[in-house]
């Protein structure tokens, strides 16, 4: 009896130690508000790790965008595979209209594996809201 409970006190110590040693990293998701973004962004306005994804559809993002921002439509059937076909180690600010398609792009990057990824709360709308500016097509004259 003795050496059962030594034995499965040794397992547990193993087990233990190996869990302590090599924990799960989980992402870092967040929903932040749009001074939050704009803070984010300048603390990696030089960087080439951190990506402005914008996950509205092709219309919507021609409508107007945020600088600097790659398109990748939530709505497109092969969206995952897009989105998995990213770097996990990068940095993300995800947006999209209102903050709901984003937040819902979120939970699949997590899925995925990727490290760091933020939500813009309100989307593009709030962005507008406050008067930051957005990249529009220019109008024809």
């Known amino acids: 009896m003795k050496k059962t409970i030594v034995f499965f006190l040794g397992i547990l110590l193993v087990v233990g130690a190996a869990v302590l040693s090599n924990p799960q990293e989980e ?15 300048e603390q990696y306005e030089e960087s080439e790790i951190f990506i402005l994804l914008d996950v509205r559809t092709p219309a919507e993002f021609k409508a107007g965008h ?5 398109k990748l439509d939530f709505y497109d ?5 897009k ?5 996990r ?10 903050g709901n398609r984003s937040a819902s792009a979120l939970r699949i990057m997590e899925e995925l594996g990727f490290n ?6 309100g989307g ?10 957005i990249v529009k097509p220019e109008e024809s004259e």
């Open 116 to 121: 760091e990824a933020y939500n813009l709360l």
């Open 83 to 87: 989105l998995a076909e990213l770097d």
């Open 124 to 133: 593009i709308i709030a962005w507008e809201a406050e008067g930051l500016e």
């Open 89 to 98: 180690d990068f940095v993300y600010l995800v947006y999209c209209r209102s």
């Open 66 to 70: 945020l600088e600097g921002a790659i």
């Open 27 to 41: 992402t870092k998701k967040v929903d932040i508000n749009v001074f939050e973004a704009l803070e984010l962004i």
């Open 77 to 81: 059937p092969e969206f995952r595979e």
